[in-house]
T-cell receptor, first 113, second 110 residues
Framework: DSGVTQTPKHLITATGQRVTLRCSPR?????VYWYQQSLDQGLQFLIQ???????AKGNILERFSAQQFPDLHSELNLSSLELGDSALYFC????????????FGPGTRLTVT | EDQVTQSPEALRLQEGESSSLNCSYT??????LFWYRQDPGKGPEFLFT???AGEEKEKERLKATLTKKESFLHITAPKPEDSATYLC???????????FGTGTRLTVIP
């Protein structure tokens, strides 16, 4: 158990819908990272927050957004969902601003039908 | 553009048969190279970070090494519980994110 929690574990929704994925980092970790893992593309970095502020942005679509709250939990919002958004979404946390020794959560499996 | 290539894509070993996994990388300047283990349906688990050429790190049956262009993950006398996908990732200088390879899926047969 990495200490990072993600909810829900599974999510099935229809195209065009909007969903919110939630992540709670390990106690004491200030950074949260979001990744998307699909079969054909591997693990893709989406976005990082550090102590409530956006720090780095990767291949995140405009339909996706994230935020980190004062209690350090983070939410990833996915809207206007398409079939291609079906994937595993992982959250990871680290103590500082750097991705050194990231701890990953168990992931949320999103299926868009 | 950062690039990480892992080989082979899949590897089947008999229990006790040692081997190595390769991670070749292209990055403007390397801040760190990371190895993770991922079991099916689970999040990646951190194994090692390497920072400079010549550096080596060990954990149980695993040893990671780093050169200026590639890293190797050596597995000595593997056991079935070592079966997993091993992911390599790089962090470029000035970047806050990791760039992952697509992994090597290792199967150790009893």
């Amino acid at each position: 158990d990495s200490g990072v929690t993600q909810t829900p574990k599974h999510l099935i929704t229809a195209t065009g819908q909007r969903v919110t994925l939630r992540c709670s980092p390990r106690s004491g970790d200030l950074s949260v990272y979001w990744y998307q893992q699909s079969l054909d593309q591997g693990l893709q970095f989406l976005i990082q927050y550090y102590n409530g502020e956006e720090r780095a942005k990767g291949n995140i679509l405009e339909r996706f957004s994230a935020q980190q709250f004062p209690d350090l939990h983070s939410e990833l919002n996915l809207s206007s969902l398409e079939l291609g958004d079906s994937a595993l979404y992982f959250c990871a946390s680290s103590e500082g601003d750097s991705p050194y020794e990231q701890y990953f959560g168990p992931g949320t499996r999103l299926t868009v039908t | 553009e950062d690039q990480v290539t892992q080989s082979p894509e899949a590897l089947r070993l008999q229990e006790g048969e040692s081997s190595s996994l390769n991670c070749s990388y292209t990055v403007s300047g390397l801040r760190g190279l990371f190895w993770y283990r991922q079991d099916p349906g689970k999040g990646p688990e951190f194994l090692f970070t390497l920072y400079s050429a010549g550096e080596e790190k060990e954990k149980e049956r695993l040893k990671a090494t780093l050169t200026k262009k590639e890293s190797f993950l050596h597995i000595t006398a593997p056991k079935p519980e070592d079966s997993a996908t091993y992911l390599c990732a790089v962090q470029a200088l000035g970047a806050n994110n990791l760039f992952f390879g697509t992994g090597t899926r290792l199967t150790v047969i009893p």
